[in-house]
Nanobody
Framework: QAQLVESGGGLVQAGGSLRLSCAAS????????MGWFRQAPGKEREFVAA????????IYADSVKGRFTISRDNAKSTVYLQMNSLKPEDTAVYYC???????????????????WGQGTQVNVSS
């Protein structure tokens, strides 16, 4: 069973940057794809970015493409989300998630992830 702990959220002005981290434990981190999702008040949880188990591939939501970058450090069992050029509409709770199947490619739907962190709040002011 995996445990995921996010950090790095906070309040930032529009145009600013934040770097989220997600530390994983409990299973072999390097064997699983990782993803970031977000949920704004009154909205459904939405996909943000994902990275394959070997970092061979990444995928992004159109809304963040070119501004966000997902990466992973398997030696540290940590996945990152670098967020640049932040906009007020990026305000949400951000969750990291660990893939359901080992050695899988990137997935974009929540049901393809088995474990979730508690979330970290990101607020972008205009």
């Amino acid at each position: 069973q995996a445990q995921l702990v996010e950090s790095g959220g906070g309040l930032v002005q529009a145009g600013g940057s934040l770097r989220l981290s997600c530390a994983a434990s409990g299973r072999t981190f390097s064997n699983y794809a990782m993803g970031w999702f977000r949920q704004a008040p009154g909205k459904e949880r939405e996909f943000v970015a994902a990275i394959s188990w070997r970092s061979a591939g990444t995928i992004y939501a159109d809304s963040v493409k070119g501004r966000f970058t997902i990466s992973r450090d398997n030696a540290k069992s940590t996945v990152y989300l670098q967020m640049n050029s932040l906009k007020p509409e990026d305000t949400a709770v951000y969750y990291c998630a660990s893939g359901a199947w080992p050695r899988d490619l990137m997935r974009t739907t929540p049901r393809d992830y088995a474990y979730w962190g508690q979330g970290t709040q990101v607020n972008v002011s205009s």
